[in-house]
């Protein structure tokens, strides 16, 4: 049983890098991007995270609302 409990934590720890891995190299594409390249693919360079993070993701992380 707790070889299982902590096989779960360790798979759940995995899945959870790994999304934020990807979330973190879209950002930075993102912020790499001129202000102008920006607007021609419809986005400001404040709602970069906006886009990229849940609403539940920005909470869990001291966000605002």
Known sequence: MK?????NIIV?????MKTWRKHRD????L???SDKD???IGISR?????????EEDRMKRGGRE
């Open 26 to 29: 879209t950002i930075k594409q």
């Open 46 to 54: 404040w709602q970069i995270d906006e886009l990229i993070f849940k």
């Open 3 to 7: 070889k299982l409990l902590k096989e």
């Open 12 to 16: 759940r720890y995995w899945k959870y």
């Open 38 to 40: 920006l607007w021609d």
């Open 31 to 33: 912020n790499s991007l």
